[in-house]
Nanobody, 115 residues
Framework: QVQLVESGGGLVQAGGSLRLSCAAS????????MGWYRQIPGNERELVAR???????QYADFVKGRFTISRDNAKNTVYLQMNSLKPEDTAVYSC?????????WGKGTLVTVSS
């Protein structure tokens, strides 16, 4: 069983940046799916960015050019660098990992972007 703990959320002004971290309690070397998802209150959870096959990064259209997903296998950590934040990015951001799909979810971290 792998536990995931997100950190790095908080309050930021529009145009600002945050870096989210997702620390895994075990090795992420064999994780072929690593992703960040978000849920805006009242909405369905949606994909923000993911790394599949260990190295291919994919992004939702609404974050392309602004967010970057990365992994550090030595630290068992997945990151989400978020730049040029907008008020509509306000949400709870959660990470998810798995070998062939999603096996584990974190509890999430709240990101609030003020206008």
């Amino acid at each position: 069983q792998v536990q995931l703990v997100e950190s790095g959320g908080g309050l930021v002004q529009a145009g600002g940046s945050l870096r989210l971290s997702c620390a895994a309690s075990g090795s992420i070397l064999n994780m072929n799916h690593m992703g960040w998802y978000r849920q805006i209150p009242g909405n369905e959870r949606e994909l923000v960015a993911r790394i599949i096959g260990g190295e291919i990064a994919q992004y939702a259209d609404f974050v392309k050019g602004r967010f970057t997903i990365s992994r550090d296998n030595a630290k068992n950590t997945v990151y989400l660098q978020m730049n040029s934040l907008k008020p509509e990015d306000t949400a709870v951001y959660s990470c998810a990992l798995g070998r062939y799909g999603i096996d584990y979810w974190g509890k999430g971290t709240l990101v609030t972007v003020s206008s």
